[in-house]
């Protein structure tokens, strides 16, 4: 399922506070965001055109932690058109790997475009947010994951964090 293997994906907790962010910016240079501290680097090299490759950026913090994942959609595949019947359909396939209930979605900008949100609730009532962006042969996500102190302010202060480019 190319849903799941293509997009970024930035996992936070909502218990950080932006003051406690610095900007990083990968030496692709093709995105920037607020992290907490230095992320570890990782990457998979497509094997084929047909397959998708990535690169991961791990930040793990007492608070939480924050993952970014940049998949490049394969050369060999046509790029599907970034419409929101796409990107609700990658929402829906989040909450059914992460096996999450969708709740609600909206427009909200990312990286100054628009994108799709979904608010997403677990079994044990964690709530996460969603924004799903395809930019090119590249879907982004960029994901809140709620600690359960709150903290709607620092929540939209990291995700208007995420800049392109």
Not at 11 to 33: H, I, K, N
């Amino acid at each position: 399922m190319w849903a799941r293997v293509i997009g970024v994906t930035v996992v936070w907790s909502l218990a950080m506070t932006a003051g406690s962010q610095s900007l990083f910016r990968p030496a692709e240079g093709d995105f920037s965001v607020a992290f907490p501290g230095t992320p570890t680097v990782g990457n998979e090299v497509a094997a084929t055109q047909f397959d998708a490759g990535y690169r991961s950026y791990t930040d793990e913090e007492p608070g939480g932690h924050f993952v970014v994942v940049v998949d490049q959609y394969p050369a060999g595949i046509p790029t599907p058109k970034p419409t929101p019947t796409t990107y609700l359909l990658l929402l829906k396939s989040h909450a059914k790997e992460q096996q999450l209930t969708l709740v609600s979605t909206h427009v909200a900008p990312l990286g100054g475009r628009q994108s799709l949100e979904g608010l997403f609730v677990s079994a044990e009532g964690r709530r996460q947010v969603l924004r799903v962006l395809m930019v090119g042969p590249r879907i982004y996500h960029v994901e809140c994951d709620e600690a359960g102190q709150g903290g709607d302010d620092a929540a939209e202060a990291f995700l208007d964090s995420f800049r392109l480019g």
